[in-house]
């Protein structure tokens, strides 16, 4: 686990400068700051939005006496995506703003669903008592 927050650490900022040379050399250094601000800026909003959104969900579930677990992991995705869309780049802001759109969420829900059913058939997942 520790080798992979390392190797993600160390590639992410690489692909992250990476992109914003290329891109600058391109279009120029103002545009490319000017592209970030107004993703930053976008997704901020989206994430409020969103955000909000959840909030309500969660309450309706809560005060209908259901477990609201789907909505408990969209707010998950919709923190993940903020905090993404809060570090400057192209790559972590098109994962921010993936991590937003309801559509994209959706399928971030399946994939997370179908990860962890088979690692709970795979005993992956051990629980400790005290």
Avoid: C, N, Y
Avoid at 26 to 50: D, Y
Avoid at 60 to 83: Q, S, T, V, W
């Amino acid at each position: 686990m520790l080798l992979r927050l390392f190797l993600f650490f160390t590639i992410v900022p690489i692909i992250e400068v990476w992109l914003l040379i290329r891109i600058g050399r391109v279009i120029g250094a103002l545009p490319t700051v000017a592209i970030l601000l107004a993703i930053s800026l976008a997704g901020a909003w989206l994430a409020r939005a969103q955000g909000f959104r959840v909030i309500v969900a969660i309450r309706d579930e809560l005060g209908a006496g259901r477990m609201p677990g789907a909505h408990i992991l969209d707010g998950a995705f919709i923190l993940a995506g903020g905090i993404l869309l809060l570090t400057p780049g192209f790559f972590t802001d098109f994962l921010g703003l993936f991590f937003l759109i309801p559509a994209t969420r959706a399928v971030l829900k399946f994939w997370l669903g179908k990860w962890l059913e088979r690692r709970l058939r795979q005993g992956g997942f051990v629980v400790f008592r005290r």
